[in-house]
């Protein structure tokens, strides 16, 4: 079964540096989506794509954070000069169309030291 | 935000048994709502859904019942197996003008089948 992954499974970074977070979507799917989770949180919308450019994002998702299509399979989370509260599981999720199901990868768990 | 509430954060039921994990909404625009299985260092793995014109929507061991006068849904598992020990989370989405439709989530329910 078509699956979403996501690079690297554990990334662990110095605060002030910046990480870039890699996912492959299922490969007929249009929309993608970056959520994250904070350790004893919720799961948290950050942002939508769809179409090549951003549909939707969250008053989380602020200058710090990109997100980029670079070619037909990546979809990438850029986070730049990263804090502390920045450490998550960080998930990506992608769907095919209207009234389907998002379709989570196995996420990647951001460390900020 | 507690637009969707998990209300318990944990259930045990026996193996053979019935189990009910249940959700509450505020947000009336929500209009598609989806049960999600997390096991330990995975991701939320898709169960069943059900749109609003719905009110029941079954597949295999899984129902999802929605209650829209009342803002609830409930996820049943019957029979109950020891592999459906995980935390189950309820979201919930609503036509944005870009429909993306985001998911919200609850804050989960760790279910735990006993042998």
């Not at chain 1, 989506?33 to 969250?58: A, D, H, M, P, T």
């Not at chain 2, 209300?7 to 598609?32: A, H, K, W």
């Not at chain 2, 829209?68 to 003008?97: E, N, R, T, W």
Request: aromatic letters at 12%.
């Amino acid at each position: 079964e078509p699956e979403v992954t996501q690079t690297p499974s554990h990334q662990v970074t110095q605060m002030g540096q910046e990480v870039i977070l890699r996912c492959v979507p299922i490969s007929n799917h249009l929309y993608f989506y970056w959520y994250r989770q904070i350790l004893g949180q919720k799961v948290e919308f950050l942002v939508s794509f769809y179409n090549n450019e951003i549909s939707e994002k969250s008053e989380i998702f602020d200058d710090q954070f990109s997100v980029e299509r670079p070619d037909g399979s990546n979809f990438t989370l850029k986070i730049r000069s990263t804090k502390l509260e920045d450490s998550a599981m960080y998930f990506c999720a992608s769907r095919v169309q209207e009234n389907q199901p998002q379709h989570f990868g196995d996420g990647t768990r951001l460390s900020i030291l | 935000d507690q637009q969707v509430k998990q209300n318990s954060p944990s259930l045990s039921v026996q193996e053979g048994r019935i189990s009910i994990l249940n959700c509450d909404y505020t947000n009336s625009m929500f209009d598609y709502f989806l049960w999600y299985k997390k096991y330990p260092a995975e991701g939320p793995t898709f169960l069943i859904s059900i749109s609003s014109i719905k009110d029941k929507n079954e597949d295999g061991r899984f129902t999802v019942f929605l209650n829209k006068s009342a803002k609830h849904l409930s996820l049943h598992i019957v029979p109950s197996q020891p592999g459906d020990s995980a935390v189950y989370f309820c979201a919930a989405s609503v036509i944005s003008s870009g429909s993306a439709r985001q998911l919200t989530f609850g804050s989960g329910t760790q279910l735990t089948v006993l042998p």
